[in-house]
């Protein structure tokens, strides 16, 4: 391998880019725009509004259960009112008037104890579902002051952070991990695909340029961007510069301030990693491509998987055991596991788990670089 | 690190400096070259004349290395392709231009010097003058005209003043004008000491070159000038004699 022209063709590289104003955006602007969307998302939403209607259907039982549920519910913000019957509840359901209906009844079969069944409109699962847990609460509540007797609280405690903790603080390693490669692969894809179709792959393949040396040219120059929009990021997420009111501006603050407790160096060096294998994963893929498009449509089967399954959304102990076998395999599992150690644990390289991130992320983009190198062949047609 | 090998000077001048021997290529069923023997010599300008598909860019790509041949072999200053130290000996100007239309043309031009291992400014401001395109060296690219564009293309295939150059269909797009300089330059480099091989279906650019081979079908059905050729057909010009030629090999099939 020539240092000379890996230098020469990393320099082209970034050349190329430099000039590409709109991808730059997309590089810097996207990511910050967007974390800052979910951060400002996860940390302002607010508590759901119960706005309850009560049926009684069990007579003097239910009306003594009603009116405890009923102060507990009043005293978490619901606001509720009683209504004949369950379709005059459904009614008010349907017309937006209630959020949820509670219908007290008895239930024959259980010999005759009371039963308490809550009816949501279906449309929003996750909305609707918290407002379920909120009458579960408040049942819990009107269950102990009915009976005189406490009620035992659960506390959360967690081994590394604290379960009260900012939520962006988990969310937060998933997301920069995530963008560092989709807009590596992305920029790389297209970038390659422009080499293969104008013709200067085929040039470059006359030269005494090799394939090794075309892969590590991009890698540098990629990787180049890569680790500034890492940086870039990395300062927006952790760091928070305030500034003080000025005049009639109100204060406010620069950064979304998430606390980490390990090296950030450390957690730089896996989304480094990371994006390394995702400029090889760019070019490899582009050798299927014909199009500029088609580099974007192998987004859903190449990207959306590692989204779903990397613990991005999901928590990965959560996915059904047929999909572990696959979250295994992903890169970007690896990236997201590697920073939450880093992040909330506060790992160091002495951390086994970490350990295991890192080489996997390593042998991940050597693996992807090597068949890069041979898919750049020299028969391109 | 690539090995740069000296290649004896008489080297150029005894043997040829390109010699293809029985030369086949096969994709699936199509034999895109079918039996292909050459020698060119130094220091002339040879065209590979043919219409569209008849596999003169394969022919090219043969002898330049970017693809192996399915049996035969190809030499290039007496080193057999594909062979990557001798590709530095080697200009090849694209049937597509092959440029990065996001760079400055200087920036082209360094680049592909950098490849073949050419550093500094006095390669580029050379090629830059063999085209003519010293007044745009700072344009980016994508705002040349296709005229220039070819033209920086042809720089690129010269900036590391190779001894052998392959031009695949360099005239095409160009406008008459610009055809007439491209052929000088061609005539000057060759009379400087490279060898040209130029492809081209254009027939009329065919009596520029010092000897002309004649591709049909994947094989050579001609060689000689073009005085020669249109004196072996019986024809007056080298379109029909190209017809003449094609369909009495047909025939003796």
């Given amino acids: 391998m020539s240092r000379r022209r890996v230098l020469a063709l990393f320099r082209r590289v970034v050349a190329e880019i430099r000039r590409d104003r709109p991808s730059l955006a997309l590089l810097f602007i996207a990511p910050i725009v967007i974390t800052g969307l979910v951060t400002f998302i996860l940390r302002e939403s607010q508590a759901p509004q119960v706005t309850a209607v009560v049926v009684n259907l069990a007579g003097q039982r239910g009306e003594l259960v009603g009116t405890a549920l009923g102060t507990a519910l009043r005293e978490g913000g619901a606001t509720i009112s009683d209504v004949a019957d369950e379709p005059t509840a459904i009614a008010a359901i349907v017309a937006g008037t209630a959020s949820i209906g509670i219908v007290i009844g008895t239930d024959a079969t259980a010999g005759g104890g009371l039963t308490i069944t809550a009816i949501t409109n279906g449309l929003d699962p996750s909305g609707e579902a918290s407002q379920v847990a909120a009458v579960g609460r408040a049942m819990l509540q009107a269950a102990g002051s009915a009976s005189g007797a406490t009620v035992p609280a659960v506390r959360h405690a967690t081994v590394y952070g604290a379960p009260s903790d900012d939520p962006v603080t988990t969310f937060a390693p998933a997301i920069v991990g995530f963008f560092a490669y989709f807009f590596v692969y992305v920029l790389t894809g297209v970038s390659f695909l422009r080499e293969r179709t104008g013709g200067t792959l085929e040039r470059l393949m006359a030269t005494p340029v090799t394939r090794g040396e075309v892969v590590a040219g991009y890698t540098l120059g990629f990787g180049l961007f890569a680790t500034i929009q890492v940086a870039v990021l990395m300062l927006w997420t952790l760091g928070s510069l305030h500034i003080p009111a000025l005049g009639p501006l109100p204060s406010f603050s620069i950064g979304l301030g998430v606390a980490v407790n390990g090296s950030p160096m450390l957690a730089f060096v896996v989304v480094v990693l990371l994006a390394v294998g995702a400029v090889s994963l760019g070019i490899f893929l582009s050798t299927f491509a014909r199009t500029e498009l088609q580099v974007i449509q192998f987004i859903p089967i190449v990207l959306a998987p590692q989204f779903l399954l990397s613990g991005v959304l999901f928590p990965v102990s959560n996915l059904p055991s047929i999909l572990q076998p696959l979250v295994a395999i992903m890169p970007l599992n690896y990236a997201v596991d590697g920073l939450r150690q880093v992040f909330i644990r506060g790992a160091d390289l002495g951390v086994p788990a970490l350990q295991l991130d890192l080489v996997v992320l390593g042998i991940v983009a050597a693996f992807f670089a090597t068949i890069a190198a041979l898919t750049i062949r020299r028969d391109v047609v | ?253």
């Fill in chain 2, 1 to 253: 690190m690539a090995l740069q090998v000296e290649v004896p000077l008489e080297a150029a001048g005894s043997t040829p400096a390109i010699r293809a021997h029985d030369l086949v290529k096969s994709f699936g069923a199509l034999r895109a070259v079918d039996g292909v023997t050459f020698d060119l010599a130094a220091g002339r300008i040879y065209g590979i004349l043919g219409p569209n598909g008849s596999g003169k860019t394969t022919v090219i790509r043969l002898l330049t290395g970017l693809t192996r041949p399915s049996s035969g072999w190809a030499e290039v200053l007496g080193t057999r392709m594909p062979s990557r130290s001798n590709l530095s000996r080697i200009g090849y100007m694209t049937q597509a231009d092959g440029v990065y239309a996001a760079l400055t043309v200087a920036e082209n031009l360094r680049f592909f010097g950098a490849t073949y291992g050419v550093e500094g400014d006095e390669p580029v401001a050379h090629a830059l003058e063999v085209v003519d395109l010293a007044d745009r060296r700072s344009s980016i690219v994508g705002t040349l005209s296709g005229g220039q564009r070819r033209r920086l293309s042809l720089a690129c295939a010269l900036v590391h003043r190779p001894p052998i150059l392959f031009l695949d269909e360099p005239t095409v797009g160009v406008d008459p004008l610009l055809r007439v300089q491209f052929w000088s330059h061609f005539r000057a480099l060759a009379d400087a000491g490279t060898t040209i091989v130029v492809s081209s279906h254009v027939m009329d650019e065919a009596d520029r070159c010092d000897e002309l081979l004649f591709v049909r079908s994947g094989t050579v059905i001609a060689r000689g000038t073009g005085q020669e050729i249109r004196a072996q057909a019986g024809t007056p010009d080298l379109e029909q004699a190209f017809v003449r030629l094609g369909s009495a090999v047909e025939a003796t099939r």
